[in-house]
């Protein structure tokens, strides 16, 4: 039911250049310094490979999770931002997790993660687990991949 629920929203595209603090403590940003109006909770690694194959690995990683898919893609300046959907498990309400993969040229590459509930008032630290837990494995499957070049 929330699944249907979530697809037949209209869902405005998220700037994070104008991205504010929100209101309600059931988020997460991850990003660059000074990549948002507010600063985030965690600074985005740098990776030593492309955004294109940051995006690919980073696509893999949340895919592999149990109750997510990908909801949907768009090129914003040259940057691939890309919109997933976690689902939780008792209950089934939705998160919403945008990432933008952002080239800094010569083959290195971050990305931008925001991650929030949309319902409730907090997610107690449900977010930041999520986010850390994918980085952590996207970490790790660049390594598996750089080591193999």
Known sequence: MLKKLLK???????????????????TYLMSPP?????P????????????AELAEMFEAVVLAEPRTEKIGSLEI??????DYVQYSKLIGYPDTITVRFIDLGGEESTLAV?????YGY???????ARVKDWMRKLDFAVKKAVNKS
């Open 8 to 26: 037949n929203v209209q869902r405005p595209q998220l700037d994070f250049s104008s991205l504010q603090r929100p209101r309600k403590p059931n």
């Open 34 to 38: 000074d990549y948002c109006l507010y």
């Open 40 to 51: 985030p909770k965690t600074i985005s690694p740098i990776f030593e490979i492309s955004s």
């Open 77 to 82: 300046n040259k940057d691939l931002q890309t």
């Open 114 to 118: 925001f991650s929030r509930a949309h």
């Open 122 to 128: 907090r997610d107690f630290g449900v977010n930041e």
